[in-house]
């Protein structure tokens, strides 16, 4: 049911869960694996692609994500705004979700958005006012890249996209995992 995405797909990864860098300052992840619903890795793809006509790469640093991990974020995070509630599912653990930015195509640099991913700040949103123009800008362009792939924001995480139809697959855990558990 879950399919892999990696640089072979000429996406960038940094997948922050499998570090220490990410919101519960330790790794969640066993190994760094990246994984969608068919579906979605489709869609990510052909927002590669849009992403290229710009000159530009996408990086993930999240996609499928197991309950048990949903389950560590949920304890990690005070604003629930943040982290979906792992019973009621999320979309992550859907493999319907997908975070990531843009960076450029040469140097590979992430290109500024205001905030960092995963911030647990309202910079964080879509059209603050306190993020400078010229991020808002790089925002608005992942979004539109994103939006004319089939994906759908989050208001409040600029990072953040979900298939529209995300809840009409299950929530899985970290046995779904091809090749054993994340």
Excluded at 1 to 9: F, G, K, N
Excluded at 58 to 66: C, H, I, M, Q
Excluded at 94 to 113: I, K, N, Q, S, Y
Aim: proline content about 10%; overall charge negative; some cysteine.
């Amino acid at each position: 049911m879950l399919t892999p995405i990696t640089e072979d797909d000429g996406l960038l990864l940094d997948l922050r869960y499998a570090t220490p860098d990410n919101l519960t300052g330790r790794p969640i992840y066993r190994r760094p694996v990246a994984m969608l619903l068919p579906l979605a890795r489709r869609r990510l793809l052909r927002a590669r692609d849009q992403a290229a006509a710009f000159g530009l790469r996408l990086k993930v640093f999240d996609a499928f994500r197991p309950i048990e991990a949903q389950w560590a974020l949920w304890h990690a995070v005070e604003d629930k705004r943040f982290v979906s509630d792992p019973r009621a599912g999320g979309v992550h653990p859907r493999g319907a979700a997908v975070d990531l930015t843009l960076c450029d195509a040469v140097t590979g640099a992430e290109l500024p958005m205001g905030t960092g991913f995963d911030a647990v700040t309202a910079e964080s949103a879509h059209g603050h006012p306190g993020v400078p123009v010229p991020d808002q800008r790089q925002r608005a362009l992942l979004l539109g890249i994103m939006v004319a792939a089939g994906w759908a924001p989050y208001s409040l995480e600029w990072w953040h996209y979900e298939l529209p139809e995300a809840r009409d697959y299950p929530p899985l855990t970290a046995t779904a995992v091809p090749g054993g558990p994340m």
